[in-house]
């Protein structure tokens, strides 16, 4: 799955603006309580040949959907930053 093989994101957006991957880009949505599963990692550290990294989001306890990124130095997934749809061009 890091090599982008077999991976099967929730969704495949074509986003106006986005030059890589021809306008689209994967997304994958993951609730808290796997977060840092053996799959989610490995889905986190997925890119693919074409659409490159994935976006992978959670929903923090105020309701707000937040990007994740994996930190090398944990070997942890964790909340990074708040999505913006306004964003998705260079994600």
């Known amino acids: 799955m ?5 991976y099967f994101p929730d969704f495949a957006i074509k986003v106006a ?9 994967l997304v994958e949505t993951k609730g808290n309580h796997i977060l840092n599963g053996d799959n989610t990692i490995d889905k ?13 989001l959670v929903q923090d306890a105020g309701g707000r959907f937040m990007t994740v990124k ?4 944990t070997g942890r997934n964790e909340e990074d930053q708040i999505f ?3 964003n ?4």
């Open 84 to 86: 913006r749809v306004e």
């Open 70 to 73: 994996h930190f090398p130095s």
């Open 44 to 56: 986190v550290l997925a890119r693919h040949k074409l659409y490159g990294v994935p976006l992978m």
């Open 88 to 91: 998705l061009p260079g994600y």
């Open 17 to 25: 603006g986005r030059t890589a991957g021809g306008g689209l880009i």
């Open 2 to 6: 890091p090599s982008g093989d077999r």
